[in-house]
Structures are given as C-alpha cells and as structure tokens.
C-alpha cells in the first residue's frame, strides 16, 4: 500500500501536481494546506513549501474526497476534528467552531498524515511480551511500532484483539484491513477506545488488547479492566519519560497499580530504549 497515492487522490489538480514535483516522495509524512498560503509537506521533521498555494475550494474538495462525499456521515469524527479516509490516512481540519452542533466551519487549514509500515520494527520487543506501553512524542513512531508488534505478536500465536477507533493501525476498508495486523486479529474500528476495549474483552477472548493514544479516564479505566481479567495490554501514550507519566494523575494511577511492566521509550530518532517498571 502506498499512502502517498492515496493522499494525491484527495487533492485537487494544482496541488496534486506540485506534491508529484516534490523531491524525495518516499519520506512525506505529512502534507499541509492553509488558505492562502502554499502547500507544503513534512519530511525527516523539516516542513518545506510547495510551488502551489492553497484556497478555499482545494480545501473544500479535500474534505469532500475524504469523506467520500459524505460529510455528514462522518459528523462524529469530524466532530472531533478529524476523519479517516481510504488507505488509513488521517485528515485533520481547523476552522471555526459551532458550539452548538460540535462542528467546524469556515475551515482554514488541514493536515494529511501518511501512515507508514515498518516491518519487523518491533521484533525486538515481542519475546517475551509483556504488558507494553509505548511512549514518545508526536510524530516518533508510535503507531508504526504499535502495528508492527500487534503483527508479530498475533502471527506468533496471540490473540490479538485491536481498538482502531480512528482507522490508523489496521485500515480496515470494506470490512478488511489495508495493513497487516497478523493472523489473529480480530479489530473493532469507530467508537471509543475503552468501549471497544471492554467488547474485545466480552466477545472475542483475546490474549492481548492493543489500543492507540491513552488520553482519557476511561480508557485508562478500561485498561485497568482489561489488566484485571488477565489480559496483556500493548498501548500508546504521549511523553519522552516514565516522569512525564507519574506527573499526570492518570497515567501515575496506571503505573501505581500495575497495568503495564515495561515502556518502550521512542525517541527523536526513532531509537527505541526498554525501561522495566
């Protein structure tokens, strides 16, 4: 799967264009429109301008690509600022507020983020497995290396079951996933984390929940849950350091009871470091 394909299929022409004009295609791993300004892209952390500039109606036909001409069909996601389009690309919008629906108008601005596989990233941190949370900043890695060891752990005999609420691990399209998550994974998309976490749990008898981005109570609630029953957890999480966790009552609250025995610490280079808890 080439994400770049995918994410030239929801520009317009212009645009399009000058992304096929960029130097180095294979190391995009954001595209950004604003109004007004010119297009540009984001490589190996540097973001360079395009020879194309960006208006309201590029950014028009970007959300109508994106939502396969449906945007109130994905209202929920949008809701929350975002939406997952074909190939598991991740469009993310800004503009004007409506407090009374929860939508954005007048948008000005988008990012299109480019999921990329890593193959056998994560073989290192699979045997043994042990309840794992990831941790580094954006943009590090985190969900490349979280697909890659759900895909290792389920092709090595795990139950995997995996919460893609937002469409990025597995990319699941028309009921099948455009990644490779392994043998063994049954995956629930939509929702919330933490509901999809607790139906895994009922439903599929998993050995292992896997999950992206802890960033609420009841996820992190759920994860508790999950630990109790017996069940491995391999998760995410923002920070550079086991003290960026214990300083955030939630993630303290995950470590202080046991949910997890190790972090794997990414950093700005993509180097990964074990740390025991």
């Known amino acids: 799967m080439n994400p770049l394909k995918y994410a030239e299929a929801?520009?317009?022409?212009?645009?399009r264009k000058a992304l096929r004009r960029c130097p180095n295609p294979e190391k995009i791993c954001d595209i950004r429109l604003r109004r007004g300004r010119k297009l540009s892209v984001v490589a190996e952390g540097r973001e360079t301008e395009l020879d194309a500039r960006v208006g309201a109606e590029d950014i028009r036909i970007l959300l109508e690509r994106a939502t396969e001409a449906s945007p109130y069909a994905a209202r929920e996601s949008l809701a929350r600022g975002y939406v997952t389009a074909r190939g598991g690309l991740r469009v993310g919008f800004c503009g004007e507020l409506v407090a009374s629906t929860g939508l954005m108008k007048n948008l000005g601005s988008a990012a299109i983020r480019l999921p990329r596989?890593?193959?056998?990233?994560?073989?290192?941190?699979?045997q043994p497995f042990c309840?794992?949370?990831?941790?580094a900043p954006p943009g590090?890695?985190?969900?490349s290396l979280l697909r890659d060891m759900v895909r290792l752990l389920s092709d090595g005999g795990e139950r995997v079951g995996l919460c893609?609420?937002?469409?990025?691990?597995?990319?699941?399209?028309?009921?099948?996933?455009c990644f490779d998550v392994g043998a063994h994974t049954d995956i629930i998309t939509?929702?919330?984390?933490?509901?999809?976490?607790?139906?895994?749990?009922?439903?599929?008898?998993?050995?292992?929940?896997a999950m992206d981005e802890l960033t609420g109570e009841k996820e992190c609630s759920a994860c508790?849950?999950?630990?109790?029953?017996?069940?491995?957890?391999l998760a995410a999480a923002h920070g550079c350091a086991a003290e960026d966790l214990r300083a955030r009552p939630l993630?303290?609250?995950?470590?202080?009871?046991?949910?997890?025995?190790?972090l794997l610490l990414i950093d700005g280079e993509h180097r990964v470091k074990e740390q025991r808890l």
């Open 190 to 209: 939509g929702g919330n984390r933490a509901e999809g976490a607790l139906m895994l749990l009922r439903n599929m008898n998993p050995t292992l929940i």
């Open 140 to 143: 590090c890695g985190k969900t």
């Open 224 to 233: 508790l849950t999950v630990n109790r029953c017996g069940v491995k957890l």
């Open 117 to 126: 596989e890593q193959r056998d990233w994560g073989r290192p941190w699979v």
């Open 164 to 177: 893609d609420d937002r469409g990025e691990l597995a990319s699941i399209w028309e009921g099948e996933p």
């Open 10 to 15: 929801l520009l317009s022409e212009e645009l």
């Open 251 to 262: 993630y303290r609250m995950l470590l202080e009871q046991g949910a997890f025995q190790r």
């Open 131 to 135: 309840s794992t949370l990831i941790l």
